[in-house]
C-alpha cells in the first residue's frame, strides 16, 4: 500500500479497539490494489484535513466505496491556511528566510486544537459511525499528528506514548522526504534546513498541550468546551 505513513491507532495505544482509527498521509497515486487493503481493513470513512489549495495541487480520486469528506483542519481566520510552504522555497533562499517562511506551521500547532471545525466533524462521526475511520493530511504527521495527540488524550494514553506515535512520523520523513531532498541541487545548508523544518518535534507537540492549558484547568475541561459530545459514551465506544 502507498503509504508511507500509516497505522492502527490500536497499535499506538492496545486498549483502542482495533480497525476503527487510522492516522496516514495522503493516499496519493492509489491503484485498485491499494484502496482493497484499506477496505479489507475495515475503513469505510476517509477524512481529509487539507485545504482546498493543497488538494487541488495534490488531489486524489476516492474509491467509491468510502465515504470521503474534505474537512480543512487548518485555521483561515488566524492566518494559518497553507502548511505547503517548501514550494516558496527557491535556490536564493537563506536558512533564516525557511525558518521564517515555515513559522506558520509552529503558530498553528498552538491555534489549531481551538474552534476547530474540521476536529468537532471527525469526533462527531467518530460518536455515530461503526465502521473503521482513517484522517490524514498531507504527510499525517502535523494536522493528523494533533488530532490524533487529542484523541489518545480522551482516551487516556499516556503522554510518553503520545509524544512516542507523533515522534514516528519522522521516519517516514526520513525514508521519503530525505531521499528526494538530498538529491535536489539546493545547498547543504539548505537541505539540512529543509529536512529539519519539514520533520516533527516535541516541542511543537507540546505548545499544543501549552496553549491548551494556558485556556483550560484539565484535558477534561477541554474537552467538554471545545467539542459537543459525551465524552464518557466516546470513550466507551472505542474502549469498551
Known amino acids: 500500500m502507498k503509504l508511507s505513513n500509516f497505522r492502527d491507532l490500536h497499535d499506538v495505544f492496545a486498549p483502542i479497539q482495533k480497525g476503527k482509527l487510522f492516522r496516514s498521509d495522503a493516499p496519493l497515486h492509489f491503484e485498485q490494489n491499494d484502496w482493497d487493503e484499506l477496505y479489507e481493513?475495515?475503513?469505510r470513512f476517509i477524512i481529509d484535513f487539507r485545504s482546498e489549495l493543497e488538494i487541488k495541487e495534490d488531489g486524489y480520486q476516492c474509491d467509491s466505496r468510502?465515504?470521503?469528506?474534505?474537512?480543512?483542519?487548518?485555521?483561515?481566520?488566524?492566518?494559518?491556511?497553507?502548511?505547503?510552504?517548501?514550494?516558496?522555497?527557491?535556490k536564493q533562499s537563506t536558512k533564516e528566510e525557511i525558518f521564517s517562511l515555515s513559522s506558520f506551521i509552529r503558530k498553528g500547532y498552538q491555534v489549531i486544537p481551538f474552534s476547530n471545525t474540521a476536529f468537532q466533524n471527525c469526533f462527531q462521526l467518530m460518536q455515530e459511525c461503526q465502521d473503521g475511520i482513517l484522517f490524514h493530511c498531507g504527510s499525517g504527521k502535523d494536522r493528523t499528528g494533533i488530532f490524533t495527540a487529542l484523541v489518545l488524550s480522551l482516551f487516556g494514553c499516556e503522554r510518553d506514548i503520545i509524544f512516542k506515535d507523533y515522534l514516528f512520523s519522522n521516519e517516514s520523513v526520513k525514508t521519503h522526504l530525505m531521499p528526494i531532498l538530498y538529491q535536489s541541487d539546493y545547498s547543504q545548508e539548505i537541505k539540512d534546513t529543509l529536512a529539519y523544518v519539514c520533520s516533527v518535534h516535541e516541542e511543537l507537540l507540546q505548545s499544543s498541550f501549552d496553549a491548551i492549558f494556558a485556556r483550560y484547568a484539565s484535558m477534561d475541561d477541554?474537552?467538554?468546551?471545545?467539542?459537543?459530545?459525551?465524552?464518557?459514551?466516546?470513550?466507551?465506544?472505542?474502549?469498551?
Open 66 to 90: 468510502f465515504v470521503h469528506y474534505n474537512w480543512c483542519a487548518l485555521m483561515p481566520e488566524t492566518g494559518i491556511n497553507d502548511f505547503y510552504f517548501p514550494r516558496l522555497v527557491t
Open 222 to 240: 477541554y474537552f467538554n468546551t471545545e467539542y459537543s459530545f459525551d465524552c464518557e459514551k466516546l470513550i466507551r465506544k472505542y474502549i469498551p
Open 41 to 43: 481493513l475495515g475503513i
